[in-house]
């Protein structure tokens, strides 16, 4: 493994255009400062800043369309009720879902507003028929994993993963629960990835009473009767040697499969069609304490990009099918992390690739193609989770999680500036942590320690900011 990759090109890459304000920069260089003055706060009048000194989001959403639609939010002629005059109408509910694609502006409705530019669709508790009590921290229904599928009918399912050991399907018209099926153990990782889920859950060692181990199976969605287990070897017959926090798939000719476990290492499955398993292919070994995130990031090369809880990120190089090595690894030494990397997610803006990293520390950092860090962001707590979805004016939005169940939402292209929140301090969000997000086309998804599965629809565009 090589330690070059601060040099620009001396890495795995290339290219470096930096259009966050180079280097380390904090977000003052780059149009939306992080302090706003010129705003309330929060969701309605009452909410007030708060909070000491925490950076505030720049507009604000109109609760009652946010958790009623237009029917709420026009029925709220009173105190306290809807304060954004002007009211568009969305469309049809769960439009997305049934149809897919880009919003178009219907002729004749005003102008969006931000105060109606999102609504939430979904607030399920995540349980079975047989499920007792509610979230809470040690609650065995607090959801860790979120992924969204759309079926090859075009309709939209969203898999939960919880502590309880249960994995659910939820139907995306009725909220309905259409399938739950339950592990060995704790599930902490869920990914679909071209018809196929994969999920990693803790289950216990067949020869050794009382410790459990990292497990990983994966079923193909249209013949999900017979699942796949990962084994690393006859005398190991499980994935990881502790619980595996992360899966992600490649979709090629050659399918392949990397898992990350609690012990560090990160596992590369390789498909065998003689066989129709996916037997153990390398390891891929740098890492010292638990990998929490896997991404995949393509330029000039396919790379596989590893969190950890080590505070570094490594990038691994993965095109050879036999030997998959460490191309960069980014510390605190190279503008990194001060605390354990819980997320990372990549984000196109234009004709360039960048990648985001989320940690304990409460940073945001935006990497380039070339491993250098072009920005960092602070926010308003330490992150669990992140996602990247696009408001139907196709811009993007960086979707964070943080530890006291607050969602921000973050637009790259003005500095990553604060747009929105959904917090439980206006009654819209999560009263625990946000473990897990995922993004649709058109909406995204969160989930939390407080057991529930809340979904997200944009209806209108975020307004461009005035500055
Ligand atoms: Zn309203």
Known sequence: MSNNNRRRGGGYQGRNNNRFGGGSSQNSSFGGGGRNSHNSGGYNSRGGGGGGGQEQPDGRLCKFFLLGG??????????????????????????????????????????PSQAHALQRVADVHVKGPSSQGGGGANSPLQVRAVCSWK????????????????WRMWDAMT?????????????????????????????PTPLIPGVSVGMVRAWNLSNPASPYDFRV??????????RVYCCKMVVSAAPEVYTGGHEGAIHCWGYDGATNTFPLKCKLEGHVLG??????FNSNGNFLLSGSLDKTLRIWSVDDPAKKDCAAMLTKNNDGHAEA????????????KYFLTGSMDSHLKVWNASGGCDFTQKCNGAILALCVTSEPANKAVVVVGLVDGTVELRQPDIGFKLRATLSNRFSVGHSGEVRAVCAGDGYFCSV????????????????????
Request: charged residues 15%; aromatic residues 8%; glycine residues 10%.
């Open 70 to 111: 237009v029917n709420q939010c026009q029925s709220s002629n009173k105190p306290g009720g809807c304060q954004f005059a002007r009211v568009r109408r969305p469309p049809p509910l769960l439009f997305f879902f049934v149809v897919g694609g880009p919003l178009a502006r219907r002729a004749g409705t005003p102008a």
């Open 151 to 166: 079926d090859p009918q075009g309709s939209v399912h969203i898999f939960t993963g919880s502590k309880d050991g249960f």
């Open 175 to 203: 909220w309905s629960l259409k399938q739950e099926v339950k592990m060995e153990g704790e599930i902490q990782a869920l990914e679909v990835e071209a018809g196929h889920l994969m999920c990693g859950y803790e289950g």
């Open 233 to 242: 070897s006859e005398q190991l017959p499980f994935a990881h040697l502790q």
């Open 291 to 296: 990998v929490t995130a896997l991404c995949l």
């Open 341 to 352: 990397l819980t997320a990372v997610a990549c984000l196109n803006m234009g004709d360039s």
């Open 448 to 467: 939390g320690a407080d057991a529930k599965l809340m979904v997200w629809q944009w209806v209108a565009p975020l307004p461009l900011v005035s500055q």
